[in-house]
């Protein structure tokens, strides 16, 4: 089956690295069917998980492979407060909702990945109250970074290691294609260790990311066996160096990603469900079109969170509530978005389809050709003849590259894409396909 909107390009079932070839489109569906933002004791389900069903064609034509879910589980408020990882919140709906959202991103050739916190639980869990870890000293349970609601699971227990193993492998063999693991950071890399060889056993495809914010993002992969971790440092890389106009700090991350991917494939992105979307944190809005550029052509998986797609805008703030604006209601359908943002969409989905013909990006590592504050030469490849020059321009004046482009075509750009291919208009991007002689 071929996806529509992206080239037409097959999606290869059966390769063995499945993941490599991803592009997420990641939904927080608590906030994007407007659910109570708490659940009600002994309410019955309310099947809004069907809500996301006519939106699978929008994620399909967009170019993205899978969706990435945030929270689906029987939780206290906004999801990450698990108190049942083997019930669907009754607020999104039931198992048969679930089973339906499978079947129909089948359909469409979309994988699923669900989101499942480890690290701690609601307080009113419904597992063995002897799994939670105890603070020190104390009669009360330790909590996670002082959350009082959160309470921290003992990863020291077997026993805990059964439950998530069992937890994990049912919704695989409901359908599901991986995990992201919420708070991985906060986990000790050897607890995965232990439980994800038990799970690949009956799953050997399956694909886990872990949430780590900072630190040895490699050497978390390599203790913790997990396949791929967040690129939390490549993201504020992005968006700081547009900002201050200093493109050194971009290169620095991506010659720090480039010692990651000799051993994973990082989760990479501009925006998701915990941070102000990249259309409020880009100072100039004319440096959009750099951040994707950068997504799409360097090294890693890359996700695009809803709405972020469409250019909507939106602060977090650290206060209660202050995900709200971050995580909000999204329409019955796509025939119900407004006519503003369509050619933010239509940049995605170019990019995308870019990224589609070149799957190889998601190995490629990144040498940056030519550098200074405010322009930027990056030439993705793979091998001697497979390769994308991404040039970026935050000057007030066109800029010449001065690498050799001779053998080079032009793939996209964030103009006209008239007259020299090395000349890029004043805060300006252009892709360029780089042939060897």
Not at 319 to 340: K, N, V
Not at 396 to 405: M, S
Not at 423 to 428: D, L, Q, S
Request: glycine content about 10%.
């Amino acid at each position: 089956m071929k996806v529509p909107g992206s080239g037409d390009i097959p999606l290869r079932d059966m390769s063995p690295v499945w993941s490599d070839e991803a592009i997420w489109w990641q939904v927080y569906p608590l906030g994007f069917v407007g659910a109570p933002p708490a659940a009600v004791s002994g309410a019955g389900p309310v099947h809004r998980l069907r809500r996301l069903e006519p939106w699978l064609d929008h994620a399909a034509g967009l170019g993205c492979t899978g969706l990435l879910l945030g929270p689906i589980f029987a939780s206290e408020t906004h999801g990450y407060d698990t108190v049942d990882h083997f019930a669907i919140d009754p607020r999104l709906g039931d198992d048969a909702d679930f089973d339906a959202l499978i079947a129909q991103a089948r359909e469409r050739d979309l994988r699923i990945v669900l989101d499942g916190v480890f690290n701690h639980v609601g307080r009113s869990f419904t597992g063995d109250a002897g799994w939670l870890r105890k603070r020190p000293g104390a009669a009360d349970y330790d909590t996670f970074e002082g959350h009082h609601r959160l309470v921290a699971l003992d990863h020291a227990q077997e026993a805990v290691q059964d439950y998530v193993v069992s937890v994990l492998g049912h919704w695989l063999d409901r359908g599901a294609d991986g995990w992201r693991l919420d708070a991985a950071y906060a986990v000790p890399a050897e607890f995965w260790r232990q439980v994800l060889p038990r799970v690949r056993a009956r799953h050997p495809r399956a694909w886990f990311a872990g949430e780590v914010i900072h630190g040895d993002y490699a050497g978390y992969v390599a203790r913790s066996t997990l396949d791929s971790v967040t690129q939390y440092e490549l993201w504020k890389a992005t968006w700081s160096s547009l900002n201050d106009r200093n493109l050194y700090e971009l290169a620095h991350a991506l010659d720090r990603q480039d010692a990651m991917l000799a051993t994973f494939a990082p989760l990479t992105f501009v925006g998701n469900h915990d941070v102000t979307r990249i259309a409020s944190q880009l100072d100039d809005p004319r440096h959009l079109g750099h951040a994707l550029a950068v997504l799409f052509t360097v090294g890693g998986v890359p996700s695009v969170y809803y709405g972020d797609e469409l250019g909507l805008r939106g602060v977090k703030e650290e206060r209660a509530g202050g995900d709200d604006a971050i995580r909000p209601a999204f329409p019955p359908s796509p025939a119900d978005l407004p006519e503003a943002g369509r050619d933010v969409y239509a940049l995605h989905r170019r990019l995308i389809g870019l990224r589609r013909r070149h799957p190889w990006l998601a190995r490629a590592r990144t040498n940056v050709t030519h550098l200074t504050n405010r322009t930027a030469a990056l030439r993705t490849g793979i091998g001697g003849d497979r390769a994308l020059l991404t040039l970026l321009n935050l000057d007030d004046q066109p800029w010449r590259c001065p690498v050799d482009i001779t053998h080079a075509t032009l793939a996209e750009a964030g103009d006209s894409g008239e007259g020299d291919p090395a000349v890029v208009p004043a805060h300006g991007w252009r892709i360029l396909i780089d042939k060897p002689a």
